[in-house]
T-cell receptor, first 114, second 117 residues
Framework: RKEVEQDPGPFNVPEGATVAFNCTYS??????FFWYRQDCRKEPKLLMS???SGNEDGRFTAQLNRASQYISLLIRDSKLSDSATYLC???????????????FGGGTRVLVKP | EAGVAQSPRYKIIEKRQSVAFWCNPI?????LYWYQQILGQGPKLLIQ????????DSQLPKDRFSAERLKGVDSTLKIQPAKLEDSAVYLC???????????????FGPGTRLLVL
């Protein structure tokens, strides 16, 4: 079983619609979670961190469910510019360590169409 | 603020040849990472340095891959000899870590696209 799993998609989304997708992780000791965005042939960039209470950044909402070991990302009012691959990232390093150990999922591809 | 710099941006070699990639992290960033991203997959960590020491190289194929970060600033990743399956994008990232504080946000460079024929 992979440490971080994502539905590869693509999710074809009409412009203005809402899309949501999940990511599951296998290590219950995982400490922190993130969503990165990667545009075609570009480097990944941090989209948002995921907090236990859930967090929102504009049209993007991230949720964490520790009991079921998954995180989710919801995009409201999708824009054409939201077309990208969304990478789920988990920090597997124990708290006592002085560094992070980020593990990336395979990514979920989102295509927003007019 | 200048971002993470990488060179070359593209490289085409034949199998069994050698290749080297260079990375210059964001100024002041103590931690430097090398990732391999195969087409259609997420980045996979190859090696992680904190200053000039190796923190994690558990996924580095040490029979052919090597990396160094002399003086704790820029870094080189070498493949010798290359195999067809090494065709990928090699991403360098850095993060700002301070004593007693771990910075989880990583900043990526544009990557080096390697094609092994």
């Amino acid at each position: 079983r992979k440490e971080v799993e994502q539905d590869p998609g693509p999710f074809n989304v009409p412009e203005g619609a809402t899309v949501a997708f999940n990511c599951t992780y296998s290590n219950s000791a995982s400490q922190s979670f993130f969503w990165y965005r990667q545009d075609c042939r570009k480097e990944p960039k941090l989209l948002m961190s995921v907090y236990s209470s859930g967090n929102e950044d504009g049209r993007f909402t991230a949720q964490l469910n520790r009991a079921s070991q998954y995180i989710s990302l919801l995009i409201r009012d999708s824009k054409l510019s939201d077309s990208a691959t969304y990478l789920c990232v988990v920090n597997l390093a124990p708290l006592k360590l002085s560094y992070v150990k980020l593990t990336f999922g395979g990514g979920t591809r989102v295509l927003v169409k007019p | 603020e200048a971002g993470v710099a990488q060179s070359p941006r593209y490289k085409i070699i034949e199998k069994r040849q050698s290749v080297a990639f260079w990375c210059n992290p964001i100024s002041g960033h103590a931690t430097l990472y090398w990732y391999q991203q195969i087409l259609g997959q997420g980045p996979k960590l190859l090696i992680q340095f904190q200053n000039n020491g190796v923190v994690d190289d558990s996924q580095l194929p040490k029979d052919r891959f090597s990396a160094e970060r002399l003086k704790g600033v820029d870094s080189t990743l070498k493949i010798q000899p290359a195999k067809l399956e090494d065709s990928a994008v090699y991403l360098c990232a850095s993060s700002l870590d301070a004593p007693g504080r771990v910075e989880e946000t990583q900043y990526f460079g544009p990557g080096t696209r390697l094609l092994v024929l």
